[in-house]
């Protein structure tokens, strides 16, 4: 079935991270949000990438202080509350990259980044194929996806560049 994927950002899209070193998911979908909406991406393979690692806690388990990821990238997040599809599917409507908690059917608890949505489905990043080939999702995967986790695991935020940072270069 042919997915008619709307295009804005296609070329910081095409390099965003698909994989991760560790179990920094969430420092991937923070990485990910930036480069989206136009940083540069940071290299995996780079020292910078390294300290992230360090700076969020990420190196032995999930990134315990991704927020510190936010603030160093110049973003700032919003949470989306109460967490549902229609709500998520309207941030990604509006060309803004939204960070999930799902349950992975081969990870467990894992954070990813949507991207790129249209009346059928969001395009996904850090999904850990081969769960997910194709890398999109619909909107009715995603909710389900969503409500496999406890009430308490479920997380959704948007973000968006900080303006005050990246106007005086902070």
């Not at 560790?22 to 940083?39: D, F, K, T």
């Not at 927020?67 to 599917?89: N, T």
């Not at 850990?128 to 619909?138: G, N, T, V, W, Y």
Request: aromatic share 8%.
């Amino acid at each position: 079935m042919p997915w008619d994927w709307p295009r804005p950002r296609v070329e910081a899209v095409k390099k965003l991270l698909q994989t991760q070193k560790y179990a920094e998911c969430q420092l991937v979908a923070v990485i990910n949000a930036a480069a989206y909406l136009g940083q540069p991406l940071v290299d995996p393979a780079s020292e910078e990438y390294e300290r992230l690692v360090d700076l969020t806690a990420a190196r032995h388990g999930s990134a315990i202080w991704p927020h510190k990821a936010v603030e160093y990238l110049r973003l700032v997040k919003k949470d989306i509350d109460p967490i549902e599809v229609d709500a998520i599917r309207a941030k990604v409507l509006e060309e803004k990259p939204v960070q999930i908690a799902i349950q992975h059917p081969t990870a467990g608890h894992h954070a990813i980044l949507l991207t790129n949505g249209n009346h059928r489905g969001a395009q996904v990043w850090n999904a850990k194929r081969p769960a997910f080939p194709h890398d999109r999702l619909s909107w009715n995967r995603i909710r389900e996806l969503i409500s496999a986790l406890a009430p308490q695991c479920r997380r959704a935020m948007w973000y968006e560049l900080d303006p005050m940072k990246v106007k005086n270069g902070k």
